[in-house]
């Protein structure tokens, strides 16, 4: 990411800034050590400045500065909802927009919610941002940055050790994470280093549509798996996330009950929008069971939240506490997502498509 043509060195690998040591001719022999500093001041001070690094001689704060800078990328909307959600709309680059979200007061202090790509290629019905073509895929240091800037706003530096705002990430934005799984895996890498940002990788969670081959590796980075399921037949989920034509339930479901070191502490997160007539019965609920039997999980129902267009409408109140009060009776956990900031366009991606649609109005009357 450039700004005023110099290269941000926020959001880069540690080997990255290696490199980026090179280039300014730090002697090879220094160049980890040069990076290692860099990477606390950025990851764990938050610094936005060259200036303040206290560890390095002055010269080479000036070479820092001269070549490289500390920004990040422009926000160009900031929205804070009476509830205490937050959402961002960041712009990495022209035309590149993601929206970030902050929920307070989920797991154990608060959820960043973000994004691994621009739109999303696998048009889920029920989906705002499955409506909005792919853009791309975003690099490891525009999925950091996301961090970056929440934390920013937040006034959450130095990384504290207790009392965190941001305790978990979730990969629930914008986007399949497992289809840009190189970069998804290298951010990972990033927010959860201890001498940085260090969010335990058991407080990240990641959520796939269902990408079989790829849920082993994902198993092997030690994150959290969320699953969107949303139905329990393949006839409707064939409807519902149309990627179960490729990944049917049968492979999906195998995948998940072979994913590494799943226990009571370790659960798989299964996301299930309540769609009024469409998959809230008890007979569905009693499939959803039968799907999950023995399988250490948690269901979060999540009361649609109709976007302009939207086919779908949401359950009714008493249907969806039904629904979650039959899943404890057998002994899962399913609670009802509580609907956050809904005086700021809460369903995902409608910031970044209001903005979309704001700026082709403005191209209109320019
Ligand atoms: S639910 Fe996820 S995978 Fe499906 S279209 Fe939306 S962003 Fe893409």
């Known amino acids: 990411m450039m700004v005023d043509n110099k290269p941000s ?12 040591m090179g280039e300014i001719g730090v002697p090879e022999k220094m160049r980890n050590m040069r990076a290692k500093q860099l990477w606390r001041w950025i990851y764990h001070y938050g610094i936005k400045d060259f200036d303040v690094i206290t560890d390095m001689a002055k010269d080479l704060r000036a070479k820092l500065k001269e070549n490289f800078t500390l920004e990040r990328c422009e926000v160009v909307e900031r929205l804070v909802s009476k509830d205490g959600t937050r959402k961002w709309l960041i712009r990495p680059e022209r035309g590149i927009e993601v929206e970030i979200v ?6 154990r202090s608060g959820a960043l919610c973000i994004s691994s790509q621009v739109g999303c290629t696998l048009n889920c019905s029920f989906c705002h941002t499955g409506t909005q073509v ?10 950091v940055m996301q961090l970056m800037v929440a934390r920013d706003d937040l006034g959450e530096w130095p990384t504290p050790f207790e009392n965190r705002q941001i305790t978990n990430i979730v990969f629930m934005g914008m986007g399949e994470p497992l289809y840009n799984f190189d970069n998804v895996e290298t951010a990972i890498e990033i927010l959860s280093d201890g001498e940085g940002i260090a969010i335990g990788r058991r407080r990240i969670t990641v959520s796939t549509s269902g990408i079989v081959p790829e849920m082993n590796r994902l198993g092997q980075i030690g994150v959290m798996l969320a699953v969107s399921l949303h139905a329990c037949n393949d006839k409707l989920r064939d409807v519902l996330v149309p990627i179960n034509k490729k990944y049917p339930l049968e492979e999906l479901f195998a995948a998940i009950r072979a994913y ?5 502490s370790n659960r798989v997160t299964f996301e299930y929008v309540m769609l009024k007539d469409v998959n809230d019965s008890i007979d569905d609920a009693k499939d959803l069971l039968k799907l999950i039997k023995g399988i250490p999980s948690k269901v979060n129902l999540i009361p649609f939240n109709p976007w302009p267009g939207s086919d779908y409408v949401c359950s009714d109140r008493a249907k969806v506490k039904a629904f979650s009060e039959f899943l404890f009776a057998n002994g899962y956990s399913a609670p009802i997502r509580r609907t956050r900031g809904q005086d700021i366009l809460a369903a995902c991606g409608q910031l970044r498509s209001e903005s979309v649609k704001k700026r082709a109005s403005e191209r209109k009357t320019d």
Do not use: F, M, W
């Open 102 to 107: 902050y929920i307070p007061d989920v797991a």
């Open 134 to 143: 792919l853009v791309r895929n975003l690099t490891a240091q525009e999925i």
């Open 9 to 20: 060195l926020v959001g880069l690998s540690l080997s990255e800034l290696k490199e980026k």
């Open 260 to 264: 590494p070191d799943l226990s009571n």
